[in-house]
């Protein structure tokens, strides 16, 4: 059986930014606010900025009062969950999130995270009834998600042996644990993206 880890260790915060035009125009707060981090699957952002995506945590085609620029509708999100989650809400009202076990819960809420785990090789599971719901709908199955977060760890790694190299530049077996190291990230990075 393998080690459970916290579905993520810091929950984001929505700021308060002025009223801006369009809702794309809010990339980089969102960005800060959710730690470089998709809302939904709690990946990383560690490659493109065109890999994440502004989403609208109530759908555009349910808002009646929330304007589509309003910030705290807004969500930093990878494109997976942006397209898995699409106009899908459990009601045809802009304030009801929830019907019985069907529904979203907004990622910036800090009881979004008691829905999910996270086994120690990346892949995501639910825990509530609810948060099977939010798993099945947002596609938190798919392999994308425990690449990313493999990712990261190589991410870790690389940093990691940077610093031993600038401690040890000469030691050759600093050197190729880095190049190693850049070789599977480029692999995995390929696998991620490239699908
Ligand atoms: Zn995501």
């Given at each position: 059986m393998p080690n459970q880890v916290p579905f993520r260790t810091s929950n984001p915060v929505r700021s308060t930014p002025g009223l801006k035009p369009k809702h794309q125009d809010y990339f980089n707060e969102l960005k800060t606010d959710f730690n470089g981090r998709c809302g939904y699957c709690n990946s990383f952002d560690q490659r493109r900025n065109n890999d994440f995506e502004v989403d609208h945590y109530v759908p555009r085609r349910v808002l009646s009062t929330i304007r589509h620029n309003d910030y705290f509708n807004l969500v930093y999100s990878c494109k997976s969950c942006n397209r898995s989650k699409?106009?899908?809400?459990?009601?045809?009202?802009?304030?009801?999130?929830?019907v019985g076990n069907t529904g979203f819960v907004d990622p910036a809420d800090p009881n979004y995270s008691s829905h999910f785990i996270r086994y120690d090789f990346g892949e995501i599971y639910w825990v509530t009834p609810n948060g099977k719901w939010m798993y099945e709908e947002l596609s938190l199955f798919h392999d994308q998600h425990a690449v990313s977060w493999m990712l990261e760890k190589i991410r870790m790694a690389i940093e990691e042996a940077r610093q031993k190299k600038t401690a040890q530049p000469t030691n050759p077996i600093v050197n190729d644990a880095l190049i190693a190291l850049f070789e599977i990230q480029e692999t995995y990075l390929d696998k991620l993206f490239n699908v």
């Open positions: 699409s106009g899908k809400w459990p009601s045809n009202d802009e304030m009801i999130h929830l």
